[in-house]
């Protein structure tokens, strides 16, 4: 789903003093760190550890930076024996505590307002407090005999997230992983249990059989694939994506049919509810429509089977807290933008629902500490779809309490922390409170968008009408913003579908056919407009060494205003024959910290535009020593 409108105007913007209000009272009591109400940031080499890292201005410091971190560096970095015996100098003790210390402080300082580089975030207080909690009572989920009531509140977070997808919360199932990757190998084990039911005991290699996946998701659509051993050049269907990165329906509907009119099973098709780089957000419910379309076509009279639609929203899940928001009253004082967002997307939020699985990282936009990644079932029957034979299982007891799934896991130990943490979140936090959180990074987002658009010479936004948290742009070497378009619609919309062979790049221009030619042509101005954009990248990412940045908190590229990140992948070419496509890089800002605000974004704008006139500048002199001087 796309926004229809523009980006907005600096009055749609604008926040308002009620949701500032209400946002500086959630953050001060859950994300402040305070020991008056969080006793565990009291302890001396925690409290240590949060004092030189909150509200730092650069997110990466260098280890020179840190009191005795190049030490420390040059040990864990050369250690390869541990000791012989234990310590038992407290003076050794309180050393190795110190060490750990400086370690986590040589780590990324995510409390830091200009950490913004990707789907990641500080994890609030109540998640660190249940996660504390879950490392002292060490519950071993795969059985409940070893875990009790943790497993408890596993279904619970289930049911609770069951109830925001639209989901009936008693028939849900979910299962706690080790991260997003995981949640989408479920997804399509789901499907391939669903196709081919001997598969547990058998097999699946004597079967024909498609996965589809979005040529825009997440790249575990294809590392998953290649573990389940799967042929990803043949046996596996990257469906086509728009320019919005979001998936081509009528390029899904196409691949779909001439599957089953073939009569070959499609086990999972697995979408996106929220890109990684661009929060391109499928429409499930029209995904569904489609598959129950195409299935009725070619097997009217067999319900038994059809394809499992599998939503990656390990990005975009946040949005289902905000099914039945109030536009009208809007009660927590959304800007204009953000109520324009929520009713573009009114109907891809409702559309989750008609996903058989999702996937969900609490450790995103959940403020959670990682790892706490959940694969939620529509029903409980999937998941005995997966059960393996409990011959297999003779060394644990019989489950008496019957709701633990260790048959139907893949992995077998699996650790509590993230449960713990998410249900103390969920709990804490409550629908309001996450609402607000989504809200801060969507607003963001935009007024980010807005100053890129207003400000900024030969940015071009990519995926301006997706609405989330995730701002991607590419710059193009031109103060007229009619140009910079037409160069990124050129490249995005001429038909560029691959690489030139390399070998053909320096062959003659008048060699080249028409056609091949204006192709060539587009191709090496889009490689100069890379060089160009990734030049001023760098030039913001200039050392702690150049005298120019001293006092900005700058390392390795990093700005103190805002710390971004450079992409392999922000935009494509059109698609050829064999749906492949030429990829653009870009920049990119994700807006999940909730410390950061507006001040920072303004700043880093700032220095953007003084980076483009200095980048600009020094290739005025390189092309005046290139022609006079040479």
Not at 91 to 100: F, I, M, P, S, T
Not at 127 to 156: F, Q, R, W
Not at 377 to 383: D, M, P, Q, Y
Not at 393 to 422: K, L, M, Q, W
Request: aromatic letters at 10%; proline letters at 6%.
């Amino acid at each position: 789903m796309s926004l229809s409108g523009p980006i907005g105007t600096p009055e749609d913007n604008e926040r308002s003093p009620l949701f500032d209000e209400k946002f500086d009272e959630l953050v001060s009591n859950f994300f402040g760190r305070d020991p008056e109400k969080w006793p565990i940031f009291a302890e001396p080499s925690v409290r240590k550890y949060l004092d030189s890292m909150i509200h730092a201005a650069c997110p990466d410091l260098p280890d020179s930076a840190v009191p005795n971190g190049e030490n420390v560096k040059a040990d864990i970095t050369s250690c390869s024996v541990m000791p012989e015996s234990p310590m038992s100098s407290p003076d050794d003790l309180a050393r190795l505590k110190d060490d750990v210390n400086t370690i986590a402080t040589m780590s990324k300082n995510w409390y830091s307002p200009a950490a913004v580089e990707n789907v990641m975030a500080m994890p609030s207080d109540p998640a660190i407090h249940g996660c504390v909690m879950a490392l002292c009572s060490n519950p071993n989920i795969v059985h409940y005999e070893y875990a009790k009531a943790s497993a408890d509140i596993e279904d619970t977070v289930a049911r609770m997230m069951g109830t925001q997808v639209g989901w009936d919360p008693a028939k849900v199932q979910g299962i706690f992983s080790s991260g997003g990757t995981m949640c989408n190998l479920y997804g399509y084990l789901a499907g391939l249990r669903t196709a081919f039911p001997d598969s547990v005991h058998h097999g699946f290699g004597a079967q024909d059989y498609r996965f589809m996946h979005a040529f825009s998701g997440h790249y575990s659509n294809v590392t998953c694939l290649s573990t389940l051993g799967v042929d990803i050049v043949d046996r596996a269907i990257t469906v086509k994506n728009t320019v919005n990165n979001e998936t081509d329906y009528d390029d899904l509907e196409k691949e779909l049919d001439a599957c089953l009119r073939m009569r070959i099973k499609v086990p999972t098709i697995l979408v996106t509810f929220g890109t990684t780089d661009t929060f391109a957000v499928d429409d499930v419910q029209r995904v569904a429509e489609i598959r129950d379309r195409v299935v009725a076509r070619y097997q009217p009279d067999d319900p038994t089977w059809r394809p499992h639609i599998h939503a990656d929203s390990a990005v975009g899940w946040p949005l289902v807290f905000f099914r039945g928001y109030d536009r009208e009253k809007n009660p927590l004082g959304f800007t204009q933008h953000m109520l324009q967002v929520l009713e573009e997307h009114q109907n891809v939020i409702e559309g989750l629902k008609y996903a058989d699985s999702v996937t969900i990282d609490l450790h995103k936009w959940g403020y959670v500490p990682y790892s706490a990644s959940m694969v939620l079932f529509k029903n409980k029957a999937i998941v005995n779809r997966l059960s393996n034979d409990p011959d297999n299982f003779t060394y644990f007891n019989a489950d008496p309490s019957g709701h633990t799934v260790f048959h139907s896991t893949i992995e077998c130990s699996r650790g509590a922390v993230g449960i713990y943490g998410a249900y103390t979140a969920l709990k804490a936090l409550g629908k309001e409170g996450y609402q607000m959180l989504t809200a801060h990074g969507i607003q963001n987002a935009n007024y980010l968008r807005h100053a890129l658009r207003e400000r900024v010479p030969g940015a071009v936004i990519v995926g301006s009408h997706n609405g989330g948290p995730s701002v991607c742009w590419r710059l193009y070497d031109t103060d007229d913003h009619k140009e910079a378009k037409a160069k990124f619609k050129a490249e995005t919309g001429t038909g560029i579908a691959a690489r030139p062979p390399r070998g053909d790049r320096g062959a003659s221009m008048a060699a080249i056919p028409a056609g091949q030619k204006r192709r060539s042509l587009i191709v090496l101005d889009s490689e100069a407009t890379t060089s160009y954009h990734n030049a001023v990248y760098k030039h913001m990412c200039r050392g702690l060494s150049d005298p120019a940045t001293q006092g900005k908190g700058m390392r390795d590229g990093k700005v103190g205003t805002l710390s971004t990140d450079w992409i392999q992948h922000c935009c494509r070419g059109s698609f050829d024959v064999y749906a492949h496509a030429m990829k653009f890089p870009g920049q990119k800002a994700v807006f999940f910290n909730p410390w950061t605000n507006q001040e920072s974004i303004d700043g880093f704008v700032d220095d953007l535009v003084e980076a483009i006139a200095a980048v600009r500048k020094q290739r005025q002199r390189e092309e005046f020593k290139l022609l006079y001087l040479s």
